[in-house]
Nanobody, 115 residues
């Protein structure tokens, strides 16, 4: 079993940055695809950014050019840099590690962007 913790959320003004992290109970990032998801009130959880085991990245259209996901397999935690934040980015952000039948989630961190 792997536990994930995501410190680094918080309250920020529109246009500002945040850098949440994803800390795993074991340094195992090389064995899993790593993703960030978010869920806003009244909405479904959606993919924000994802890095595959081989390092390919993809982003939701709404965050392209503003968010940068990174995964250094030798380091723990890993980070997502979020720049030029918008009020519509307000949500609970979740870290996910997954491959095959294995899928682990963090408890989430609140990101609130004020206008």
């Amino acid at each position: 079993q792997v536990q994930l913790v995501e410190p680094g959320g918080g309250l920020v003004q529109a246009g500002g940055p945040l850098r949440p992290s994803c800390a795993a109970s074991k340094t195992i990032f090389s064995f899993y695809a790593m993703g960030w998801y978010r869920q806003a009130p009244g909405k479904q959880r959606e993919l924000v950014a994802r890095i595959t085991i081989v390092g390919s990245t993809n982003y939701a259209d709404s965050v392209k050019g503003r968010f940068a996901n990174s995964k250094d397999n030798a380091k723990n935690p890993v980070f997502m840099q979020m720049n030029s934040l918008k009020p519509e980015d307000t949500a609970v952000y979740y870290c996910n590690l997954g491959t095959g039948p294995y899928n682990f989630w963090g408890q989430g961190t609140q990101v609130t962007v004020s206008s």
